[in-house]
Nanobody
């Protein structure tokens, strides 16, 4: 099992930046992949960015160039750098981890609110 704790959310003006952090309760070397999702009011949860334990990354097409996912193995932390924020980026951002070999288990953090004002 793993516990995930997000931080770094808040209120920012359009065009500003935020960096979200997700700290895991165990070494992220043991985690197959980690990701950031977001859920806006009245909308389904959607994938923002994904990073494997080998460092490969993947992004939602609409966010490429503005958001960057990265990891610090020594700190068991995954980051989401968000630049040029827009009001439509307002959502609760969730950290996700997938672990396992023969069968996969999925874990979620509690979420952190990001609000972008116009």
């Amino acid at each position: 099992q793993v516990q995930l704790v997000e931080s770094g959310g808040g209120l920012v003006q359009a065009g500003g930046s935020l960096r979200l952090s997700c700290t895991a309760s165990r070494s992220i070397f043991s985690i197959n992949a980690m990701a950031w999702y977001r859920q806006a009011p009245g909308k389904q949860r959607e994938l923002v960015a994904h990073i494997t334990n080998s460092g490969s990354t993947n992004y939602a097409d609409s966010l490429k160039g503005r958001f960057t996912i990265s990891r610090d193995n020594a700190k068991n932390t995954v980051y989401l750098q968000m630049n040029s924020l827009k009001p439509e980026d307002t959502a609760v951002y969730y950290c996700n981890a997938v672990m396992g070999v023969m069968s996969l288990s999925e874990y979620w953090g509690q979420g952190t609110q990001v609000t972008v004002s116009s």
